[in-house]
């Protein structure tokens, strides 16, 4: 092999001498670069997002502001009108035994959790404090209290009447919590040791704290030290709160559905305006479908027991 001055030299190749030249990706920079713009787009997305949640959110709690003065200037109107104190209609009773018949658990597939209430009001229709509820109703001179109250019973509880379970021991209110919880307690002793928060559906809620309930609280009567409160936030109906009182004999269970529910900032807001709506009725209960004076802060709730006849 010769060579010449200025060329360059030329080697022959065998197969030996192939090897695989290392590889290099026109991709590394591009990806990088293209993973950081990702990166950044979701970031924004996500602020953008969490931006437009935040909106939305206060736009809903203002719109339920809005909502709740404008109840509050209808129950005031109410009771100046005298329409907290008028018997139900026979369309107000049809549209509350519907109301109670399709009550369902905020988030819950089924109606479950809301057979024991739906059971109780059917069979335990009888009034048996009706010579105490004086001045809660204007009935014409031919009507029995009682009679009225009984056959109307859905109506007065969607229009948020405090009800008793008389002298049954706590039975309602166990019964409410199993079904609630889908666990089997067997007393309510061991509802109050052991229950725990995790055990409640996502529409149930323990009342105290950030979602208080002004209902047999410490120093008024009925108290029991203790004692625990539960709801249930409804769909289209509020909020069914319930819980123990102490009596001479013993306790009882009591019940209540209230105008909205806890769960959101939109409901809670609108429930802390039914406090409002309360106030501006001469402290009538707000329930979800009106108001009326069958409250146990008068001496006016309603006390239930079995009943004798169908009604």
Known sequence: MSLSVGSTPTLPVTTQ??????????????STISSG??????????????????????????VGVVETLGNTVHAGASWAGGYID???????????????????????ESQAETATIRRYVRDNREVLNAGSLGGTLKLKEDQDLGTEISTNLESYIMRGAHCVAKDDGGALYLDMINELTGQNFASVEEVTQNL?????????????GFTPSSHYAKGKPGHI??????????????HLLFGLRKTETGVESWFQFEGHGVATAREFTKHGGDFLAHKATGSSQVGPQGYCKFTENNNKEIILGASHEEI
């Open 17 to 30: 001498d192939v090897q695989e030249a290392p590889k290099t990706s026109s991709k590394g920079w591009g």
């Open 37 to 62: 713009f990702s990166a950044l787009g979701s970031g924004l997305w996500s602020v953008g997002s969490f931006t437009v949640k935040g909106v939305v959110g206060t736009v809903g709690t203002g």
């Open 86 to 108: 008028a018997p139900a209609t026979e369309k107000d009773q049809t549209k509350a035994s519907a109301t109670l018949r399709g009550a369902k658990v905020v988030g819950s």
């Open 196 to 208: 725990t928060k995790d055990q409640l559906p996502e529409g149930g809620i323990e009342r105290g």
């Open 225 to 238: 030290e203790g004692a625990r409160q539960f709801g249930m936030d409804i769909e289209g109906a509020g």
